[in-house]
């Protein structure tokens, strides 16, 4: 006979049942969302800090699973300040994909979704007519004025004659990436109650993501120059292929490969691990987006080629003016790489502040401890210190600190409720009850 003990290893099959009927209930519900009818100013939303370019505000992506549901992301808060970049550190499966999944609308769908929280972005949407169309800027006819100044024709209802090409067609003026322009506007965005459709002016044209293995993540049966120029086709609207090619091997050029006419021809299988991950960036930047994710772009690398890439994304993002987000496990990376750091565990951000504020002051058990576990030149250490214990299971989290179960630091009221943020300097936040007495300003999540 089955002993209580036992049963906690396996579900029976009224219990499976019971979790099969939920999830397609909660599948349903959020499939539906995702594929409403929305208006703009029902997705719009607005900064709590408008230096921010991305803000996090309690996010919950969960995986509905037959085994029950997965709280991989379970109420995660930060931001990615304009111009900055912020690393996202962790231990594996702590959530730091799936958060950035999050944010491209990209989670493993129909279990996978976005359950409840916020993620404002700072976008620059076209403008759409009452049709919901997207509104053209057009090139006007010129005649030279009385006083020989070139002026916009006007014809006799006083409004400005456009101008027709061959075809009898209205000629659209085009923009810096040769595509046609359109009347935009800057709106601050929800991306988590964005529609599907929505969300495809802004993935790929604002927010652009560099996975980490380039090799799965290009098509082997198509050339690298197909896959870029695919990328120009699909969102930059009115480009000739022409100057998509033209576009493809500028961007090859400017993430220092030096043959990019004949890489343009070449299959994935042909190039290096580290050409290979250059093209991935390349492909990111066709479109000049805001905001790059990049989820471990060096972990398949050697680290001749790793500081060639971290070189590059550094400079990428003077040249572009825009901000990072860099994931990684490496802890080297992000001291080297990032302007703040944001340490999640479990699904939950557990501190986060400026790189000196992480590296140099520490305060999360858990940071300390990732910390000490990293290899140094310079000092003599026998064995490396490893945390003790296992991450909670994402089924069944403790209502507790979810790191309690490994924590040498544990005091007594951290059987109570999971901690809220302390707020240790300005720039520093931290998820921990030892530091209570220090608070400057929790927010309590
Ligand atoms: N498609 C999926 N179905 C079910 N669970 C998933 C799926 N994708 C991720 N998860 C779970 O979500 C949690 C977070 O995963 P995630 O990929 O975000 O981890 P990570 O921090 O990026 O780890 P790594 O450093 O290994 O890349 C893990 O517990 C993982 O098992
Ligand atoms: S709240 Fe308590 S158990 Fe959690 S990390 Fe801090 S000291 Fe450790
Ligand atoms: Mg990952």
């Given at each position: 006979?089955?002993?209580?003990?036992?049963?906690?290893?396996?579900?029976?099959?009224?219990?499976s049942?019971a979790?099969?009927?939920?999830?397609?209930?909660?599948?349903r519900?959020?499939?539906?969302?995702?594929?409403?009818?929305?208006?703009?100013?029902?997705?719009?939303?607005?900064?709590?800090?408008?230096?921010?370019?991305?803000?996090?505000?309690?996010?919950?992506?969960?995986?509905?699973?037959?085994?029950?549901?997965?709280?991989?992301?379970?109420?995660?808060?930060?931001?990615?300040?304009?111009?900055?970049?912020?690393?996202?550190?962790?231990?594996s499966g702590?959530?730091?994909?799936?958060?950035?999944?999050?944010?491209?609308?990209?989670?493993?769908?129909?279990?996978?979704?976005i359950?409840?929280?916020?993620?404002?972005?700072?976008?620059?949407?076209?403008?759409?007519?009452?049709?919901?169309?997207?509104?053209?800027?057009?090139?006007?006819?010129?005649?030279?004025?009385?006083?020989?100044?070139?002026?916009?024709?006007?014809?006799e209802?006083?409004?400005?004659?456009?101008?027709?090409?061959?075809?009898?067609?209205?000629?659209?003026?085009?923009?810096?990436?040769?595509?046609?322009?359109?009347?935009?506007?800057?709106?601050?965005?929800?991306?988590?109650?964005?529609?599907?459709?929505?969300?495809?002016?802004?993935?790929?044209?604002?927010?652009?993501?560099?996975?980490?293995?380039?090799?799965?993540?290009?098509?082997?049966?198509?050339?690298?120059?197909?896959?870029?120029?695919?990328?120009?086709?699909?969102?930059?609207?009115?480009?000739?292929k022409?100057?998509?090619?033209?576009?493809?091997?500028?961007?090859?050029?400017?993430?220092?490969?030096a043959?990019?006419?004949?890489v343009y021809?070449?299959?994935?299988?042909?190039?290096?691990?580290?050409?290979?991950?250059?093209?991935?960036?390349?492909?990111?930047?066709?479109?000049?987006?805001?905001?790059?994710?990049?989820?471990?772009?060096?972990?398949?690398?050697?680290?001749?080629?790793?500081?060639?890439?971290?070189?590059?994304?550094?400079?990428?993002?003077?040249?572009?003016?825009?901000?990072?987000m860099?994931?990684?496990?490496?802890?080297?990376?992000?001291?080297?790489?990032?302007?703040?750091?944001?340490?999640?565990?479990?699904?939950?951000v557990?501190?986060?502040?400026?790189?000196?504020?992480?590296?140099?002051?520490?305060?999360?058990?858990?940071?300390?401890?990732?910390?000490?576990?990293?290899?140094?030149?310079?000092?003599?250490?026998?064995?490396?210190?490893?945390?003790?214990?296992?991450?909670?299971?994402?089924?069944?989290?403790?209502?507790?600190?979810?790191?309690?179960?490994?924590?040498?630091?544990?005091?007594?009221?951290?059987?109570?409720?999971?901690?809220?943020?302390?707020?240790?300097?300005?720039?520093?936040?931290?998820?921990?009850?030892?530091?209570?007495?220090?608070?400057?300003?929790?927010?309590?999540?």
């Amino acid at each position: 006979m089955a002993t209580n003990k036992d049963k906690k290893h396996y579900i029976s099959r009224s219990e499976s049942r019971a979790i099969a009927k939920e999830n397609s209930k909660a599948i349903r519900h959020f499939e539906k969302q995702k594929k409403r009818r929305a208006k703009p100013d029902d997705y719009t939303a607005q900064m709590k800090d408008d230096n921010n370019i991305i803000e996090f505000e309690d996010l919950h992506t969960y995986f509905f699973s037959d085994a029950g549901t997965v709280k991989a992301v379970n109420g995660v808060t930060f931001s990615i300040p304009a111009g900055s970049t912020v690393g996202v550190v962790g231990e594996s499966g702590c959530g730091k994909s799936v958060t950035s999944l999050s944010l491209m609308q990209l989670v493993q769908a129909p279990s996978g979704q976005i359950v409840s929280g916020s993620i404002r972005f700072k976008a620059s949407l076209f403008k759409r007519d009452a049709r919901g169309k997207k509104i053209p800027v057009y090139e006007y006819e010129t005649e030279t004025d009385e006083n020989g100044n070139q002026a916009v024709k006007l014809n006799e209802n006083g409004e400005p004659v456009i101008k027709l090409n061959k075809k009898g067609k209205k000629i659209i003026k085009k923009n810096e990436l040769g595509g046609n322009l359109y009347e935009m506007e800057d709106r601050v965005v929800d991306i988590a109650k964005m529609p599907t459709d929505a969300m495809r002016s802004i993935r790929g044209r604002e927010i652009a993501m560099i996975f980490q293995e380039p090799m799965t993540s290009l098509n082997p049966v198509f050339t690298i120059g197909n896959q870029l120029d695919e990328v120009g086709l699909l969102h930059i609207e009115g480009i000739s292929k022409k100057q998509v090619k033209a576009r493809s091997i500028e961007m090859l050029k400017l993430v220092g490969i030096a043959d990019a006419e004949g890489v343009y021809k070449k299959f994935p299988h042909e190039l290096s691990g580290g050409m290979r991950q250059r093209v991935m960036i390349a492909i990111a930047l066709l479109c000049n987006p805001k905001l790059i994710i990049a989820d471990e772009p060096t972990t398949a690398l050697d680290v001749t080629i790793q500081a060639q890439i971290l070189e590059l994304l550094r400079d990428i993002k003077h040249k572009i003016n825009g901000s990072i987000m860099l994931i990684t496990h490496d802890l080297g990376v992000v001291a080297e790489m990032a302007d703040y750091v944001v340490v999640m565990y479990a699904g939950r951000v557990i501190e986060m502040g400026t790189a000196e504020d992480i590296f140099d002051h520490p305060m999360h058990p858990y940071t300390i401890g990732l910390q000490k576990s990293k290899p140094t030149v310079d000092g003599e250490v026998d064995k490396l210190y490893c945390i003790p214990g296992f991450v909670p299971n994402p089924i069944n989290m403790p209502d507790y600190c979810y790191f309690r179960d490994r924590c040498e630091m544990c005091k007594e009221k951290c059987a109570g409720e999971y901690p809220g943020y302390v707020q240790v300097s300005p720039t520093h936040k931290v998820a921990c009850y030892l530091y209570e007495d220090t608070k400057e300003d929790g927010d309590g999540k």
